[in-house]
């Protein structure tokens, strides 16, 4: 990857802004190069005389040198944009981190845009409806092979990871702390089972750096970003769920919002959502159809035997006879791309002929010899 050193010199340059950050690396390329342009080019485009000189000095990269030697000891990997496995759905909203620590394994769904991926967001203090709904819809999403990003709070968003884990799916937990440093404390262990079942916690802050009220509608942003669709489960009035509600409508992403009881304080904020551009969800059918694009009727009856939808569908069971395959190698021998493969077998599984646990598919009909 390139110098990771020069992208941690851009963010940390006084006065600079993100998405001017971003202006200037969609015009250079790389944060090293940026560094490497004259004043007179950098004042062309920022319009910002300071910034443009600070720039154009040679960057002191002994601060970024400690940074990345912490995420080293600490076993955090670096993503940057425009690397390999920089979310790319995180590119095009207005700003983009310019680096990223991850601690885990990031899902192909949010790493490459490959597959689907929902964001599930609510209360702090939930009622136990909302926390059972964004427990039972996380568990079902994740169980057809959605990834579940949510921000590991407590309520809610504890659910929602909870919920991905019980459906056997990979979920992924955007810090307001440095990747290191999970938290809430009370919720330190879901953050390891989070590890121990594949998927990741990512976080824009360096190693070390502690969970700060500041940090919160930054990252929210980044939760919002991750996924096309946001869920918002239940949320009182001027809550965080509502900003990242806002950064999901900002970001032109899907946004779908449980109705709560008209009465109720806890659904206030969610309910407002409703007469803004939140389309309202309520049933976990029409949740999977909003996810997966399936129709209503296949998901009401997970458990019919439906015909083969096509010629690919006999591939993939003729294929699973001699046991259990990896989604990379299935789709690499019947020639489908990841989205359709992913398609194909969400189908497959909601007939009940496959099963899937983590990156790996069998079938369901009793002729899975692994």
Do not use: K
């Given at each position: 990857m390139d110098d990771p050193r020069y992208a941690i010199a851009l963010r940390d340059t006084p006065g600079l802004s993100r998405s001017r950050a971003f202006d200037l690396l969609r015009r250079f390329g790389r944060p090293r190069f940026v560094f490497e342009q004259s004043l007179e080019d950098l004042r062309a485009i920022l319009d910002d005389e300071p910034v443009a000189r600070r720039l154009a000095r040679r960057p002191d990269l002994r601060a970024a040198e400690r940074e990345l030697g912490a995420a080293r000891d600490r076993a955090l990997e670096v993503l940057a944009p425009g690397e390999d496995g920089f979310p790319p759905l995180l590119v095009a909203i207005d700003d983009p981190p310019l680096l990223l620590y991850c601690r885990g394994r990031l899902p192909e769904a949010v790493a490459r845009a490959e597959g689907c991926a929902l964001a599930i967001v609510g209360s702090r203090r939930p009622s136990a409806r909302a926390r059972d709904t964004a427990r039972d819809w996380?568990?079902?999403?994740?169980?057809?092979g959605a990834v579940v990003v949510s921000g590991l709070a407590y309520g809610i968003d504890a659910a929602a990871h909870e919920g991905a884990l019980e459906g056997g799916g990979a979920t992924v937990a955007v810090l307001a702390s440095g990747a290191d440093q999970p938290s809430p404390q009370g919720n330190v262990r879901l953050a390891h089972r989070i590890l121990e079942q594949g998927g990741a916690l990512l976080s824009e802050f360096p190693p070390g750096t502690?969970?700060?009220?500041?940090?919160?509608?930054?990252?929210?942003?980044?939760?919002?970003?991750?996924?096309?669709a946001t869920l918002v489960v239940e949320a009182r009035e001027r809550s965080g769920s509502l900003l990242t509600a806002s950064h999901a409508r900002a970001q032109g992403r899907r946004l779908l919002v449980v109705p709560g009881p008209i009465d109720s304080a806890e659904c206030r904020g969610s309910n407002a959502l409703l007469r803004e551009e939140g389309r309202p969800v309520t049933a976990r059918d029409e949740l999977l159809d909003d996810v997966f694009g399936l129709d209503r009727a296949r998901t009401r009856t997970p458990a019919a035997r439906a015909p083969d939808?096509?010629?690919?569908?006999?591939?993939?069971l003729a294929i699973l006879r001699d046991g259990?395959?990896?989604v990379d190698a299935l789709g690499a021998r019947i020639g489908l791309s990841a989205p359709e493969l992913s398609a194909l077998l969400v189908e497959l599984e909601l007939a009940g002929h496959v099963a899937r646990s983590?990156?790996?598919v069998s079938r369901r009909d009793g002729r899975d010899r692994g």
């Open positions: 996380a568990a079902a999403v994740a169980a057809n502690p969970a700060f009220a500041g940090h919160f509608p930054e990252r929210n942003r980044l939760i919002s970003g991750l996924a096309p939808p096509g010629p690919e569908a006999a591939r993939v259990p395959c990896g983590g990156s790996r």
